[in-house]
């Protein structure tokens, strides 16, 4: 960077523009550079690209956000300083580590299980679908095996705000949610599992866990390992 100018010099033929966004354009237009290959060379900072917590490899967003901080949603929850401030947030709000142990939490997911429950009712009776939770028989499996390791009991099919989730751990407000291929589409979950995650959290402040099946069958171990991190 050129710091009398404040401008932004393109390492390859030396053009200058005013932002990281205005070098992205330029590197494409002019040079069809991969971004990732030209900010590991110029631009990426020691230890960039490697997880905060467990120093294993990020992912590359853009040239403008460079690396993400954390590899996984676990190494975001096991942050010292995102549980610090997690706690001082839920005891300031709620008067409660876990939300889910305040009472007006409590009142809160029953009024809108119960107003949801008569809309998704309604829904499912219109398009002539059943109404109760699908459970699968690798999701039985997994969640049979995670509780008996564990030792806490594992909800299944618990119904809260108009949805029903695969395993609901009501000691830790968490949900545990099985992903088989239908949930995914090109790869990526699809859109309404990912709505639905969001509408959740941020109505009950619920920590969702997703299992991929192809992890489960991969690793078991790794996998109920990961969800032991989150009821320590």
Not at 159 to 184: K, M, P, S, T, V
Request: glycine share 4%.
């Amino acid at each position: 960077m050129d710091l009398e100018s404040n401008m932004i010099n393109c390492q390859i033929c030396q053009y200058s523009v005013k932002s990281l966004y205005g070098l992205a354009r330029h590197l494409t237009s002019r040079h069809n550079q991969d971004h990732k290959n030209y900010y590991d060379q110029y631009i990426k900072k020691e230890n960039e690209g490697l997880c905060f917590i467990c120093k294993k490899s990020t992912r590359f967003n853009s040239m403008t956000r460079g690396y993400s901080k954390y590899c996984c949603q676990l190494c975001v929850w096991k942050d010292p300083e995102n549980i610090k401030n997690r706690t001082e947030t839920f005891i300031i709000k709620y008067g409660q580590i876990h939300p889910n142990k305040n009472l007006d939490i409590k009142k809160k997911i029953s009024f809108v299980s119960k107003k949801n429950w008569k809309i998704q009712y309604q829904k499912r009776i219109d398009i002539k679908s059943p109404f109760c939770a699908r459970i699968g028989l690798y999701e039985t499996q997994c969640l049979d095996f995670i509780q008996t390791n564990i030792g806490i009991e594992i909800e299944r099919g618990k119904f809260i705000g108009g949805y029903f989730l695969d395993g609901y751990i009501n000691q830790f407000n968490i949900a545990l949610e099985f992903d088989e291929e239908h949930h995914y589409v090109n790869g990526n979950l699809n859109k309404k599992d990912i709505d639905r995650q969001n509408q959740l959290e941020r109505l009950f402040n619920i920590t969702f866990i997703r299992i991929d099946k192809r992890e489960w069958e991969k690793n078991k171990m790794e996998v109920l390992n990961s969800v032991k991190e989150f009821i320590k």
